[in-house]
Nanobody, 124 residues
């Protein structure tokens, strides 16, 4: 069993930055691929970024490429999402998720474990 707890969300002006963190419980974190998803009001949950267990392979969707960076600190059981140059369309609840096998571009139903989400609001 893996428990995930996100933090770091908040209200920020367009062009600003936030860093989301996701703390994981258990001893298997270092073996698990990790993901960030987001869900805006009235929209389906969408994939944002992925990272393999070692941190050597990452993927970011086109809409955040060059602005967001996923990373992880296995010694701290934590995965991060650094978000720069935020836009109003980035407003959403952001979720971290984990799975057993790495899938670079997962569907929203692929991860096994999910956090409760953290709200990110970007004002124009």
């Amino acid at each position: 069993q893996v428990q995930l707890v996100e933090s770091g969300g908040g209200l920020v002006q367009a062009g600003g930055s936030l860093r989301l963190s996701c703390a994981a419980s258990g001893r298997t974190f270092g073996y698990r691929p990790m993901y960030w998803f987001r869900q805006a009001p009235g929209k389906e949950r969408e994939f944002v970024a992925s990272i393999d267990p070692s941190g050597s392979s990452t993927y970011h969707v086109d809409s955040v490429q060059g602005r967001f960076t996923i990373s992880r600190a296995n010694a701290k059981n934590t995965v991060y999402l650094q978000m720069n140059t935020l836009k109003p369309e980035d407003t959403a609840v952001y979720y971290c998720a984990a799975s057993s096998l790495y899938r670079k571009v997962p569907t929203a139903t692929y991860p096994t474990y999910w956090g409760q989400g953290t709200q990110v609001t970007v004002s124009s």
